[in-house]
């Protein structure tokens, strides 16, 4: 069955940076969108960023755009994120999600709603705090 497990997470100060990862189990990443999501206390769960492996098709949420990057090892079947300039407003619980959707469909769209995807590892705490 579809596995994602997260870790990665930890403290760190404003400016820092920090690489989650995302390894991934009984799947082939090829036909699948995947990608990270966050929680902060007390809001919604968010799309920060999403990848369809099959075109490479990137979207990275406004708050975060240059300064985290997604990327995909194929080899070793993990997802990556590189935040960087982390900023207090990044602390959430960041979750990996993964799932297959229609290729018509833009990544955009997919990784606005965190409710279409159906698998989902168990979160990895990132707080950014002085």
């Known amino acids: 069955q579809v596995q994602l497990v997260e870790s990665g997470g930890g403290l760190v100060q404003p400016g820092g940076s920090l690489r989650l990862s995302c390894a991934t189990s009984g799947f082939t990443l090829d036909g699948y969108v995947i990608g990270w999501f966050r929680q902060a206390p007390g809001k919604a769960r968010e799309g920060v960023s999403c990848?369809?492996?099959?075109?490479?098709?990137?979207y990275y949420a406004d708050s975060v755009e240059g300064r985290f990057t997604i990327s995909v090892d194929n080899a070793n079947n993990t997802l990556y994120l590189q935040m960087n300039n982390l900023e207090p407003a990044d602390t959430a619980v960041y979750y990996c999600?993964?799932?297959?959707?229609?290729?018509?469909?833009?990544?955009?769209?997919?990784?606005?709603?965190?409710?279409?995807?159906?698998?989902w590892g168990q979160g990895t705490q990132v707080t950014v705090s002085s």
């Open positions: 990848i369809r492996f099959s075109s490479g098709s990137i």
């Open positions: 999600a993964a799932d297959t959707f229609l290729r018509f469909v833009a990544v955009s769209s997919i990784c606005s709603r965190p409710s279409r995807f159906g698998h």
